[in-house]
Every structure is written in structure tokens, then in C-alpha cells.
């Protein structure tokens, strides 16, 4: 197990410099790296913003169900889900996009999060009825 000083005391007798204390580093291991990553917008845009903004069409319960739905089934170590920014279909959203396919969902809602989670992230299948339009994505 390697070792670290961290900060020096120089000693002005010697010349030298001594550790201030010392940390043991722990091995690492890697983080799991995830099968699907799923991105949620929670961008709020101001008030009366002329695309609207994901914040104003309820992204937060998205999120929130998707995290719920991943601690439930305990699915933390194979899927991954991040709040972002800005994903572009703000007048569709709620928007959330399913890597590595690329997939854009647009008008996601609370109750829609359990048939994505079991049809496309667990089953490999896009749920089509709240894919994005090829317009917007």
C-alpha cells in the first residue's frame, strides 16, 4: 500500500524537509462502468422563456422516479442516471436521452419512468409512443 506525505516541515538544523503526517492509500478499484446511461434535463429556463423549460413540465418527478425505480430494484451498479442541462426539445419536454443508443424521449412523465426502465433499459427495446419526433432529435 503506497504511501503519501502530505505537506512538509522543513528542518532549518539539517536542511532536510519532514512530513507533516502521513496518509495510507487504499488500492482502488474502479467504478462500475454502466450499461445504459440515462440523462434527465432539468434546465430551467426564466419565466415566460419562449421554449419553455423541462423544470415547468415537472423534469424533477422524472428524475426522482427514475433514482426511486434504480434504488427499488437495486440497479445502481448497471445503470446510471444524471440530471443535465439543456437537452434542445425544450417545448417537448420533459426530455430525457438513453445511452449509448442515442435515444430521445420527449414528454416524459412520473408514470412513464417504470415502462422505460423495464421495456428499453432492462428489456433493449425504445418505447416508441415517447420517442422524440425525427424533428427534433
Given at each position: 500500500?503506497?504511501?503519501?506525505a502530505?505537506?512538509?516541515?522543513?528542518?532549518?538544523?539539517?536542511?532536510?524537509?519532514?512530513?507533516?503526517?502521513?496518509?495510507?492509500?487504499?488500492?482502488?478499484?474502479?467504478?462500475?462502468?454502466?450499461?445504459?446511461?440515462?440523462?434527465?434535463?432539468?434546465?430551467?429556463?426564466?419565466?415566460?422563456?419562449?421554449?419553455?423549460?423541462?423544470?415547468?413540465?415537472?423534469c424533477?418527478?422524472?428524475?426522482?422516479?427514475?433514482?426511486?425505480?434504480?434504488?427499488?430494484?437495486?440497479?445502481?451498479?448497471?445503470?446510471?442516471?444524471?440530471?443535465?442541462?439543456?437537452?434542445?426539445?425544450?417545448?417537448?419536454?420533459?426530455?430525457?436521452?438513453?445511452?449509448?443508443?442515442?435515444?430521445?424521449?420527449?414528454?416524459?412523465?412520473?408514470?412513464?419512468?417504470?415502462?422505460?426502465?423495464?421495456?428499453?433499459?432492462?428489456?433493449?427495446?425504445?418505447?416508441?409512443?415517447?420517442?422524440?419526433?425525427?424533428e427534433?432529435?
Open positions: 500500500m503506497p504511501n503519501i502530505v505537506g512538509l516541515k522543513p528542518d532549518l538544523r539539517t536542511g532536510q524537509n519532514h512530513p507533516l503526517f502521513i496518509l495510507q492509500l487504499e488500492p482502488r478499484t474502479p467504478m462500475p462502468r454502466p450499461a445504459k446511461h440515462v440523462f434527465v434535463c432539468t434546465q430551467q429556463q426564466p419565466p415566460h422563456h419562449p421554449r419553455g423549460s423541462c423544470v415547468q413540465q415537472g424533477g418527478e422524472v428524475f426522482d422516479a427514475f433514482l426511486a425505480e434504480l434504488q427499488g430494484r437495486n440497479l445502481f451498479g448497471s445503470l446510471q442516471v444524471t440530471a443535465t442541462g439543456c437537452l434542445g426539445p425544450c417545448t417537448a419536454g420533459p426530455s430525457v436521452l438513453v445511452y449509448p443508443e442515442g435515444v430521445m424521449y420527449g414528454g416524459v412523465r412520473k408514470a412513464d419512468v417504470a415502462e422505460i426502465l423495464e421495456q428499453h433499459l432492462l428489456g433493449g427495446e425504445p418505447v416508441e409512443r415517447l420517442q422524440a419526433s425525427p427534433l432529435w
